[in-house]
């Protein structure tokens, strides 16, 4: 499937008038795919997919004690309910706001840097460091941990571990023990162990959640805000929109806060405009297995089928979306539309009981950081912007975003 399974399964369906349900097979692995709002729904919000297949690096990298891998039981509901209320919930995010503040200052002098040092920008280094403080000490509280070493040799493996996770790993499908196609098998042993020798970790379900918590994080966030800043490059009109609007709410001098965001409507639906042409998860990074037989869209499925939702594929069906390849934001102002969840057209952190738990954390770093750096700066293009995209673990651009950075 390679760096675009999205796509590629999104034209299989489609020349197949399959986009309610595809069944593929991968090996011995029986595969549905749903392109469609309402087998979507079906799949996500269901009783029957409610388990995630176990692929070979999610064990071997000790996922399957963490959240977003742990089988739909009681042990699931416990870590679920435990980090809801410690990491998600409305006032530990709230609580956080001073640390994304200093961060996205830090951010902002290291374009200031980077523009005096090279005489241009790659944003990606600055907002993967800065995502991976805000996780580091969100998660651990400590600010040494994010900016020392261990912070750094944190990163490294994070790093690692997204790409073990997003290699295709033959024995996922044919499971012949013996063989370790690319290796995969012999790197994941290999970060497992550095990942156990960090001492602030100690026990076993804690190491999982933890470090599932400043893996999932990390990434995701940096990426869509890469995606974000280059779509303000490329479509200068609406980035002189949103600073416009920023402007008129906020003032020359005066800083943005959190609670400002809810008055900045152009800034969501930007967002969100992008969240529907380049979502970070575009098949929802993580599929579901069946638990039980089920009927659906009148389909025999059978217990321990894998279920995809393909996203992407939904989010530019024209049929749905009025021009889906153009980027408009203003389509998010003139209908209300909630990304959260409840309406399958546009569900970039899936949906029912397995949906993102991390979604408004994400959403409230994403919207203040981007509405900081658009009031600091005009962003210029350096060189034409490649909007090319490649599918590791996450959706992300397929080279680095390089452009001007002027102050306003
Ligand atoms: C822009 C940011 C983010 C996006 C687009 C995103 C997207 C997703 C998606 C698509 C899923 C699968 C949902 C499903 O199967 O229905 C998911 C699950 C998950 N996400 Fe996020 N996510 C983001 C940020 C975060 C953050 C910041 C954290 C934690 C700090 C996080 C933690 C998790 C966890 C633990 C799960 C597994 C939930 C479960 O299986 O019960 N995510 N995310």
Not at 209 to 235: P, S, Y
Request: hydrophobic letters at 45%; aromatic letters at 10%.
């Amino acid at each position: 499937m390679g760096h675009h399974a999205h796509r590629k399964l999104a034209s299989l369906a489609s020349s197949l008038h399959a986009t309610r349900l595809l069944a593929i097979s991968l090996g011995s692995t029986r595969v549905i795919v749903s392109s469609h709002p309402e087998t979507a729904k079906e799949i996500l919000c269901g009783s029957a997919f409610s388990d995630r297949p176990i692929k070979e690096s999610t064990h071997l990298l000790m996922f399957d004690r963490a959240i977003g891998f742990a089988p739909s039981g009681e042990y699931w509901r416990h870590i679920r309910k435990i980090a809801s209320y410690h990491m998600f919930s409305p006032r530990r995010i709230s609580s956080l706001e001073g640390l994304r503040q200093s961060i996205v200052d830090n951010m902002i002098g290291e374009v200031w840097m980077e523009m005096n040092e090279r005489g241009f920008v790659e944003l990606r280094g600055i907002l993967q460091k800065g995502s991976l403080n805000n996780m580091l000490e969100s998660v651990f509280g400590s600010s040494d941990f994010g900016l020392n070493n261990r912070g750094y040799e944190l990163g490294l493996m994070v790093k690692e571990g997204y790409e073990l996770i997003g290699e295709f790993n033959w024995a996922d499908y044919f499971p012949l023990g013996f063989l370790d196609f690319y290796g995969v098998k012999r790197r994941c042993n290999k970060l497992a162990t550095r990942v156990n020798g960090l001492d602030q970790l100690s026990d076993a379900d804690m190491v999982a959640v933890l470090w599932e918590m400043v893996f999932r994080g990390i990434d995701n966030v940096a990426i869509l805000l890469e995606w974000i800043m280059a779509r303000m490059v490329v479509h200068q009109d609406i980035q002189k929109k949103v600073q416009h609007e920023i402007d008129m709410f906020t003032g020359p001098n005066i800083q943005i806060h959190d609670s400002d965001i809810a008055n900045l409507p152009y800034l969501q639906a930007i967002v969100k405009e992008v969240l529907r042409l380049h979502p970070p998860g575009p098949l929802l990074s993580w599929a579901r297995l069946s638990t039980h037989d089920v009927f659906l869209d009148k389909c025999f499925i059978p217990a321990g089928t894998t279920a995809m939702v393909n996203m992407w594929a939904i989010a530019h069906d024209p049929s749905i979306w009025l021009d889906p390849w153009a980027f408009r934001p203003e389509r998010f102002i003139e209908e209300d539309f909630s990304v959260l969840g409840s309406d399958l057209r546009l569900a970039p952190f899936g949906s029912g009981r397995r949906v993102c738990p991390g979604k408004a954390m994400g959403l409230a770093t994403v919207h203040l950081w981007a509405a900081r750096l658009l009031k600091q700066f005009k962003w210029v293009p350096s060189q034409p912007v490649d909007l090319g995209e490649c599918l590791k673990f996450s959706l992300e651009m397929k080279k680095p975003l390089v452009c001007y950075a002027v102050t306003r």
